[in-house]
């Protein structure tokens, strides 16, 4: 059965059916609006798990960082701090959100890809999608980063001979064996493909743009969120959470320094054919260089509403467009984690009632 548009005009789109849209859509429906009807919720995945269901295959929850509960996921009687760690956390986080999407009836639509939004006569919008358009008075954008890995360039790298890729692409360590790999980015995910790397790899290299300490505590990341917070308000490019965190000095964690593989050294200036090489002219020879070296938020169908600031990014505040009030990010800067996706939801429903409210009083 192909994909249809539940209404053509509703009061609010939300774009994106991850843990941010999800949240945002649970809200106004306790808020009281109804789904496929007051407000639509679009996704392009083929299956419910927003970005985690395109995650790799080894990806465990309790190798992940920690992956909150939506609101109300209690009422389904499961809890992810409780799930089956030995699944793929892609098919658990799968299989729970969509358990969670049919227990609260949020009829997610899809799959459809939302192309473009601008604004049309009379303050609303027009949501176009490759299935049609829909007309709204509030847009949610909760498409999150997945799709846009970001590489930071570095001269050579268009020479290099062996395989190159970003994080999405990583499928499974065996793709990697007997090879030299050098592994960029000082985050989780490069600690994650390091340790499954250790006995399947011929050498793995570690490089990062700071050096790593495994020291992460409350105090350093409520301080990183609110750097984000910061950047996210002025408009300007949202610094990394784990660049300014440290990584969680977690026993899997240490014991990989103390065996050596998650031993981090400085950037490399240059990459050649077989390998990289530093500025002080040591050079390692490498077969594959994996990027995990983070992630842009998607934001291209939103050109046509000129959010952008001289500084490069998006003003937003409370998860609302600072340039224009009916147009809310969730899931941005922040709230790029689960439970700010959480939190997001809340804040950003109540401001769009209250904008919907304050629509209904221009109305009458
Ligand atoms: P997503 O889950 O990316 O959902 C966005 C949805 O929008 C997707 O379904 C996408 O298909 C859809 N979409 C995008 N563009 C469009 C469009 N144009 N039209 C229609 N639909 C669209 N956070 C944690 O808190 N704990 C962790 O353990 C953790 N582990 C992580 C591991 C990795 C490898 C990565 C990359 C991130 C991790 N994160 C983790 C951060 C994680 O991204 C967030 O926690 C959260 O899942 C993001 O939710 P989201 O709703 O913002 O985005």
């Known amino acids: 059965m192909s994909t249809t548009l539940p209404v053509t005009d509703t009061r609010v789109v939300i774009i994106g059916a991850g843990q941010a849209g999800l949240s945002v859509a649970y809200h106004l429906r306790r808020l009281g609006l109804v789904p496929a009807k007051d407000f639509v919720v679009l996704d392009r995945g083929p299956r419910p798990g927003g970005a985690w269901q395109f995650r ?20 389904l009687g499961v809890s992810f701090a409780t799930a089956d760690q030995t699944l793929p956390a892609r098919d658990v986080v799968g299989d729970y959100y969509g358990r969670y999407e049919r227990h609260f009836g949020l009829e997610v639509v899809r799959p459809v890809e939302v192309t473009r939004v601008a604004r049309v006569d009379g303050g609303r919008y027009e949501v176009e999608t490759n299935i049609g358009t829909v007309r709204t008075d509030v847009v949610v ?23 190159q890729i970003s994080t999405p692409e990583y499928r499974t360590a065996s793709d990697f064996a007997g090879l030299d790999v050098v592994v960029v980015g000082g985050g989780t995910s490069a600690v994650g493909f390091l340790l499954e790397l250790e006995n399947v790899a011929s050498s793995t290299t570690w490089v990062t743009r700071r050096p790593v300490e495994f020291a992460m505590d409350e105090h350093s990341r409520v301080a990183a969120v609110e750097r984000a917070d910061a950047a996210a308000r002025a408009g300007l490019p949202i610094p990394s959470v784990s660049s300014g965190t440290g990584l969680p000095a977690s026993p899997r964690n240490v014991a990989g320094r103390d065996r050596g593989v998650l031993v981090d050294r400085e950037m490399f200036s240059a990459i050649e054919p077989d390998g990289v090489r530093w500025a002080d002219g ?83």
């Not at 990806?59 to 992940?64: E, F, I, V």
């Open 141 to 163: 954008n909760a498409s999150g980063t997945w799709a846009r890995p970001f590489r930071p360039s570095y001269p050579g790298a268009e020479t290099f001979s062996g395989i």
């Open 282 to 364: 040591s050079f390692q020879h490498a077969d594959a260089v994996i990027w995990a070296t983070g992630f842009r938020a998607e934001l291209a169908h939103l050109a046509p509403l000129r959010l952008r600031e001289s500084g490069g990014g998006v003003a937003v505040e409370r998860g609302r467009s600072l340039r224009d009030p009916n147009i809310f990010l969730a899931g941005f800067g922040p709230q790029a984690s689960t439970i700010g996706a959480n939190r997001a939801g809340r804040l950003v429903a109540t401001q769009i009632m209250d904008a919907l409210a304050a629509q209904n009083a221009r109305a009458t």
């Open 56 to 75: 790799w295959e080894s990806l465990r929850l309790d190798t992940a960082h920690k992956v909150d509960d939506l609101p109300g996921m209690s009422e």
